[in-house]
């Protein structure tokens, strides 16, 4: 048996990947989510999921948060984006943040049943073309992201709650408030999180909460 979470906000996608997966490991166990909350309370209550399936867009998920999300809470669930996104640098930039693989939405099915069998097996899953543009083309940029995302992979659930709050501009007593704690803890987190980033200051951290989005991509879906 391998249980499966799929997390994304269309249903009939979803039943494409419960498609791909039946084709892909016999007597698969999926469990559907249809945003990021929902997904959580799932890992939260049934746990024991074998692998994740992650939308990069849909409600709760801005970017990357929903990936750094997860890895943070659940870090030993292997989750693999699946998203309409097939840009080379956002496919590597996910397997730096954690993933265990990347499937674009418009991959036909048989090779998305085995993307399926190859991560399941406990391989990493990068799109053959996307591996042709990677030699062919190197990433610009790529030993940087690489270097952001192992920072920001030190970050805790919460720490990742006040970087992304801190990106949008949000003071110390609105953080507090919105995550219902106290304003000094805040702080405790703002300072633990430039010591992690290894910055200097709420603006350079800024700088590192716009690397967990993906605006330039937010047209597709």
């Not at 997966?21 to 074998?50: C, H, K, M, W, Y």
């Not at 399936?53 to 929903?66: A, R």
């Not at 690489?146 to 920001?152: D, L, N, T, V, Y």
């Amino acid at each position: 048996m391998c249980k499966v979470l799929i997390a994304d906000d269309h249903p009939l996608f979803r039943d494409a990947l419960k498609t791909a997966l039946s084709l892909s490991v016999e007597g698969s166990l999926p469990t559907e989510a249809s945003n990021l909350e929902e997904a959580i309370e799932a890992i939260r209550t049934q746990g024991d999921f074998d692998l994740a399936l992650l939308d990069l867009s849909m409600p709760g998920v801005n970017g990357f948060s929903g990936l750094l999300a997860l890895r943070a809470q659940f870090p030993a669930l292997p989750v693999v984006i699946v998203s309409a996104h097939e840009d080379a640098k956002l496919v590597y930039q996910a397997i730096d943040y954690g993933a265990v693989g990347f499937i674009p939405k418009s991959t036909p099915r048989e090779e998305m049943a085995e993307a399926l069998r190859t991560v399941i097996k406990g391989n990493v899953y990068v799109p053959p073309h996307i591996q042709r543009e990677q030699r062919t083309t190197e990433c610009n940029g790529r030993d940087d992201d690489a270097e952001i995302a192992r920072r920001i992979a030190t970050l805790t659930a919460q720490q990742l709650r006040v970087l992304e709050m801190l990106g949008t501009g949000k003071l110390n007593k609105e953080i507090a408030f919105e995550l219902n704690i106290a304003e000094t803890t805040v702080k405790a987190h703002v300072s633990a999180i430039l010591q992690k980033l290894k910055v200097y200051s709420r603006t350079q951290a800024v700088v590192f909460a716009s690397k967990l989005h993906f605006d330039s991509f937010q047209g597709a879906r």
